[in-house]
């Protein structure tokens, strides 16, 4: 990942007239552009991989099945794309899925990749109401689409999930799952139920998968996950009660681990990896690992 802290990211709904080319009446500026799951970029994921125009698009010869604003970088309009599932791609340029590109991207453009995936995928899924099945309408002002005969309006979902490292005296729980790439270890964490709080969707993920009970339940942070609409909400907490019991078959081990003994954590991509970092940064060390 690549700081750049001087760039500034305003979203917005409405196209301003610098969005529009003047003389065609076409979208202008940044475009991020997938095609299914994957982004469309100038170059390779590794060798600073660039976001296309609209104006390489259309050199391209690449046409977007429909369109969204989404705001302006440092002035410059940027906007998200749908491509045609297959559409084939010069050889200056690649299609890939986001998570290759995190070492590549500024955090910015990253930020607005995983924004632009969520809102393609809104849209695509919206055209029509959930409801009674007519077509739907951009509502202006707003990200929403609404139906034209009963007025259900949808707007972009976000699912959020708790994920919780514990601690327990000098060492940290951490657990495989079976659903994990092999070896590889992580935190507990699981999706927030229809009227639970956050921190009651920790303590029962926690009890759940691991039996054990917490003393204090403490914010850290949150993250964006664009896959597919998720947002990660991080929290630290204490050890209280309870030894480690697998629950219902997600987790294939779990254990705690101290500074000499760390197993494969995450990659550096993670918010669970920004809690283990955080944690051996407390404790006074650093983690010698991507
Ligand atoms: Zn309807």
Same mark, same amino acid.
Request: hydrophobic residues 35%; contains cysteine.
């Given at each position: 990942?690549?700081?750049?802290?001087?760039?500034?990211?305003?979203? /917005?709904? /409405?196209?301003?007239?610098?969005?529009?080319?003047?003389?065609?009446?076409?979208?202008?500026?940044?475009?991020? $552009?997938?095609?299914?799951?994957?982004?469309?970029?100038?170059?390779?994921?590794? #060798?600073?991989?660039?976001?296309?125009? +609209?104006?390489? &698009?259309?050199? +391209?010869?690449?046409?977007?099945?429909?369109?969204?604003?989404?705001?302006?970088?440092?002035? /410059?309009?940027?906007?998200?794309? #749908?491509?045609?599932?297959?559409?084939?791609?010069?050889?200056?340029?690649?299609?890939?899925?986001?998570?290759?590109?995190?070492?590549?991207?500024?955090?910015?453009?990253?930020?607005?990749?995983?924004?632009?995936?969520?809102?393609? $995928?809104?849209?695509?899924?919206?055209?029509?109401?959930?409801?009674? *099945?007519?077509? !739907?309408?951009? =509502?202006?002002?707003?990200?929403?689409?609404?139906?034209?005969?009963?007025?259900?309006?949808?707007?972009?979902?976000?699912?959020?999930? =708790?994920?919780?490292?514990? #601690?327990?005296?000098?060492?940290?729980? &951490?657990?495989?799952?079976?659903?994990?790439?092999?070896?590889? @270890? *992580?935190?507990?964490?699981?999706?927030?139920?229809? *009227?639970?709080?956050?921190?009651?969707?920790?303590?029962?993920?926690?009890?759940?998968? =691991? *039996?054990?009970?917490?003393?204090?339940?403490?914010?850290?942070?949150?993250?964006?996950?664009?896959?597919?609409?998720?947002?990660?909400?991080? @929290?630290?907490? !204490?050890?209280?009660?309870?030894?480690?019991? &697998?629950?219902?078959?997600? &987790?294939?081990?779990?254990? +705690?681990?101290?500074?000499?003994?760390?197993? #494969?954590?995450?990659?550096?991509?993670?918010?669970?990896?920004?809690?283990?970092?955080?944690?051996?940064?407390?404790?006074? @060390?650093?983690?010698?690992?991507?």
């Amino acid at each position: 990942m690549i700081d750049s802290h001087s760039t500034k990211f305003l979203p /917005e709904t /409405e196209p301003t007239d610098h969005a529009w080319d003047a003389a065609s009446g076409n979208p202008r500026g940044r475009c991020f $552009a997938f095609s299914g799951s994957d982004m469309l970029i100038l170059g390779t994921p590794h #060798e600073s991989p660039r976001i296309p125009s +609209w104006d390489d &698009l259309r050199t +391209w010869d690449i046409p977007a099945i429909r369109y969204q604003y989404l705001g302006t970088l440092d002035g /410059e309009p940027c906007w998200s794309a #749908e491509l045609a599932s297959g559409v084939p791609v010069p050889d200056i340029a690649t299609l890939c899925g986001l998570r290759t590109l995190y070492d590549g991207l500024s955090e910015s453009h990253y930020a607005i990749a995983g924004r632009a995936a969520q809102i393609i $995928a809104w849209d695509r899924d919206h055209q029509h109401c959930g409801r009674c *099945g007519d077509p !739907t309408e951009r =509502v202006a002002g707003e990200r929403g689409r609404r139906c034209n005969r009963c007025d259900l309006t949808a707007y972009p979902r976000v699912t959020p999930a =708790v994920i919780v490292l514990i #601690e327990r005296d000098d060492r940290i729980l &951490l657990a495989r799952g079976r659903a994990f790439v092999p070896r590889r @270890f *992580g935190i507990i964490v699981g999706f927030v139920e229809p *009227g639970e709080s956050l921190e009651d969707a920790v303590q029962r993920e926690v009890r759940e998968e =691991v *039996g054990i009970e917490l003393a204090r339940i403490d914010y850290f942070g949150s993250q964006p996950w664009p896959f597919p609409h998720g947002i990660m909400i991080g @929290f630290r907490a !204490t050890h209280l009660r309870g030894e480690i019991a &697998l629950g219902d078959g997600e &987790l294939a081990e779990a254990g +705690w681990y101290g500074a000499k003994d760390l197993p #494969e954590i995450p990659a550096k991509l993670s918010i669970a990896r920004r809690l283990i970092d955080d944690w051996a940064h407390r404790r006074g @060390f650093v983690i010698d690992q991507p």
